[in-house]
């Protein structure tokens, strides 16, 4: 499968998704720990994947979602933001309200 088409895949397949340097309980850089525990505090699932870990992905998301720095969070298929926009958000209550409307509740 051709990178941009992985990419396509896993951003259709989770509601949300963040690209990240390292895991969410492993986190290998400031942004991508900040922007981790933003989205653990939302209190809803969430896949990441570790770029690090991905180095085709790290290369082609830059351009595939024209956002050339990392973490990348994607909700319902659009491009959310990084760290910054993320911390923006959580303070306004922007960003649990995105989380709790892309997740559904468990039935």
């Not at 400031?30 to 989205?39: D, Q, T, W």
């Amino acid at each position: 499968m051709e990178t941009v088409e992985k990419i396509k895949q896993q951003i259709s397949e989770n509601d949300v998704i963040i690209y990240m340097k390292g895991s969410p309980k492993a986190p290998m850089c400031g942004f991508s720990a900040r922007a981790a525990e933003l989205l653990m505090a939302c209190g809803k699932p969430f896949a990441y994947v570790d770029i690090l870990q991905n180095q085709d992905i790290r290369e082609e998301l830059r351009t595939f979602g024209n956002w050339p720095t990392y973490p990348q969070l994607w909700v319902k298929g659009e491009l959310v933001g990084g760290s910054d926009i993320l911390i923006e958000m959580f303070e306004k209550g922007e960003l649990q309200k995105l989380i709790a409307d892309a997740v559904p509740d468990e039935a």
